[in-house]
């Protein structure tokens, strides 16, 4: 900064000399973010002068100084001294500002709370300034990558990664750093804002306040790894986990598993719900399904130094079984298909299943058409009587309690339809048969061959043009 030196002359009415009050005001052109000091007195060629009194006042734009000097002791010519004080003044506001300076000499020294006070005017001085808007400067950049795109409000002459602008005192500015970001095939995640005196700030990515002085502020970045999380049975993940600390953030995907991003290093603690509904967890797996000891809390803790994978295994605590046989015994392993895939299957030597599920589970029974030369007849409850089938041979089972079920198998003589076409490969596009046939035979000579029970009337529907009946002639 620049100094003002503004010296006044003032010629005193003493008989002894002629002195000169002086006024120095500092900095040259002060911002509204600095404190202004205002120096006035005078220098005086002798020693006997003091400065008896210093105040000031500041009343709007106008900053009053007053100023008491007395005499004392014994004359000594040549030795200079200096009478006067400085005001530290600020921080003010922007605008144009007047200083007035009152000096007095007191010719007995008294209660200067004494309105009856022994003084005369010594003189008078003024000056004005002027204070500018303050202009401060928020740097900031990002570590340990540099570059990072960081958005600042207001705007900065070509936005980008280093925010660098200047502002006026108290603007409130609003920087926000991208939460993750690529850099040579490795993912970082932002963990928070650093000041220039190493405070840590907020967490959050974005952090707005009112500038009050030049800032130095750093995105702190982080590598971060995946810790991904699931359960046995799939699809509980977001209901069945707490995480200490949370994480980064969550890749928000739609695989029925939780996706964690943690910064390299930390260690995470993650605590399974005991119970999930009807579920009750049992063990932890780690990537490679091999089990894994823990604590009596069930609490699984992990080093992030590497992308981690496990599952929760739970257990059902209400569970009932379905029992399927076949008519004759000992075809259903042959059988059977069943979807969903049952909890467990329960070991029998009667040739049927025992297949465990969880209470409200929805089964598809599907039988197969033909086994070992027997062909599927109907689906038999366990009271004798024929069951309520979706398809012919597709049996669909809430399971609310134990149920049991039989299908029957029955030898047949059968025959098989087989329909050309010209031109030559049609038939099995275009053909639709009434009632269904027991199956299809698979070739690849452009025919269909259906196959039936002998006697049966078969309705054949050629496209949408044509159709004929067919009789499957009677066995001789």
């Known amino acids: 900064m620049k100094r003002l030196l503004l010296v006044v002359a003032v010629v005193a009415a003493l008989s002894q000399a002629a002195f000169a009050l002086d006024l120095v005001i500092e900095p040259e052109m002060p911002r509204s973010d600095d404190v202004v000091q205002i120096t006035a007195g005078e220098e005086f060629p002798d020693s006997r002068y003091v400065l008896q009194y210093f105040n000031w006042s500041v009343t709007g734009n106008e900053i009053q100084i007053d ?30 500002y007047k ?35 303050a202009t401060l400067t928020p740097r900031v950049a990002s570590t340990p990558i540099n570059g990072v795109r960081i958005a600042g409000e207001p705007n900065a002459a070509g936005g980008i990664t280093d925010y660098l602008v200047r502002l006026h005192l108290n603007t409130r500015v609003s920087l926000t750093a991208q939460e993750t970001f690529w850099k040579d095939g490795v993912s970082y995640g932002f963990v928070g804002w650093r000041s220039s005196n190493t405070t840590d700030l907020a967490r959050h990515n974005t952090i707005t306040f009112p500038i009050t002085h030049d800032t130095s502020l750093t995105a702190i970045y982080r590598e971060e790894l995946e810790l991904r999380l699931n359960t046995d049975p799939w699809g509980h993940a977001f209901g069945a986990f707490r995480l200490d600390p949370e994480p980064i953030r969550y890749i928000p ?46 609490a699984l803790k992990v080093l992030m130094d590497q992308r981690r994978a496990y599952t929760a295994h739970y257990v059902h605590t209400k569970i009932v079984e379905l029992l399927l046989d076949t008519d004759p015994r000992g075809l259903a392993l042959r059988a059977f298909t069943l979807e969903p895939e049952p909890l467990e299957y329960i070991p029998t030597n009667l040739g049927s299943i025992r297949a465990v599920y969880a209470v409200g589970t929805l089964v598809t029974v599907h039988a197969a058409e033909r086994v070992e030369g027997l062909w599927f007849d109907v689906w038999m409850r366990s009271d004798g009587n024929a069951a309520d089938a979706d398809g012919r041979n597709t049996l669909t089972v809430l399971m609310d309690r134990a149920k049991s079920f039989m299908a029957r198998y029955v030898e047949r003589d059968t025959v098989v339809l087989s329909i050309d076409s010209v031109p030559w490969g049609l038939a099995p596009d275009v053909c639709t048969l009434d009632p269904e046939p027991l199956t299809i035979v698979p070739t690849d000579d452009g025919n269909l061959h259906a196959v039936y029970p002998r006697g049966t009337q078969v309705t054949v529907l050629a496209g949408k043009l044509t159709s004929r009946q067919a009789s499957v002639p009677p066995s001789d």
């Open 253 to 298: 995907l739609e695989d029925g598993r939780l996706h964690a991003m943690y910064a390299k290093g930390t260690v995470v603690t993650v605590y399974p719900k005991e119970q999930l509904g009807d579920l009750r967890f049992d063990h932890w797996t780690n990537d490679d399904n091999l089990r894994l000891d823990v604590t009596e809390s069930n």
């Open 67 to 96: 100023i008491h000097f007395s005499q004392h002791g014994d004359v000594w010519l040549q030795v200079l001294t200096w009478c006067g004080d400085t005001a530290e003044v600020g921080p003010l506001e922007p605008g144009d």
């Open 99 to 133: 200083v007035n300076v009152d000096a007095w000499m007191i010719r007995s020294v008294l209660d200067l709370d004494d309105a009856s006070i022994d003084r005369y005017h010594y003189g008078s001085i003024s000056a004005t300034f002027q204070v500018l808007p």
